[in-house]
């Protein structure tokens, strides 16, 4: 019989995919370069084939070394869903958990939300990451993460979502601008470029121009912003107004600023939810988080 890779391999080899470079894929791996190298060797020897170039100072994957890193994500997942089946009769919300946020979510709603599910399941242990949409999804994919929260709608495949609750948006204003009249406000009566957005990739900069009815392609600036904290301080410097989710609007978030904010029309809203993988052994663990997160939300508004 021939020998099989250990997971060890594989999940070293995933790393060394991920990182391009043998030291730092070994520091997310917790071990030494070396042993790394020696390990990422032994799986090639195992395999009979090259999965790295190593001429380069940089590691260039081979195509066939890709294709093998496709396979193996999908091999730790499978390992993974597993040990979830043989855990199923435990208590729920207990042991290990990934989680992915984006950064237009976590900074409001975790820090009310994780001293209560650390209150509620203490057995709960919550690893986090906090990236955009394109990425955390990726990662749920991969295996990486057990469950993302987003913001939707989000196109996605082979997930099954849950909708958590609505979080309407909020123009915001410097107190003395006068490019806009918050009594009087209408879209088509800014100036131009007078609409500030997050950076193409933020799914809040969609969400924006669609739930806020933006059509006017003039009136929104071609200066934009990589971050919320960016963004606002352009708005307290008057350089625009833009429009804030409603769970920003009592975060320090705008402590300290100039800045005013009016509610919307209620249609202009995104939608809050969680997300994992179609046909996880976890669907019914994932529902209860679910709920958790949407009472917690809703008993702190």
Known sequence: MNHLPTTKQLRYFVALEQHGHFGKAAEACFVSQPAFSVAIRELENTLNIQLVDRTNKNVTVTSL???IATQARQV???????????????QPLTGQLKLGVIPTIAPFL???LLPALRK???ELKLYLKEDLTERVYASLMDGELDII??????????ITEMRLFRDHFFLAHQAKSALVDPRHYQVSELPEDSILLLEDGHCLRDHALSACN???ADKVSHITATSL???VQMVDADLGITYLPEMAIGSSLLRNTRIKTEPLDQSSFREIGLVWRKASTRSEEFELLGEFIRDNYQASR
């Open 149 to 158: 929260l987003i913001a939707m709608p989000y196109e996605l495949r082979n």
């Open 214 to 216: 933006i059509k006017n």
């Open 110 to 112: 975790l820090p009310r």
């Open 120 to 122: 509620a399941y203490p």
């Open 65 to 67: 070394g890709r294709d």
């Open 229 to 231: 904290l960016t963004l």
């Open 76 to 90: 730790l997942r499978d390992l993974e869903e597993l040990v979830d089946i043989a855990q199923g009769n435990q």
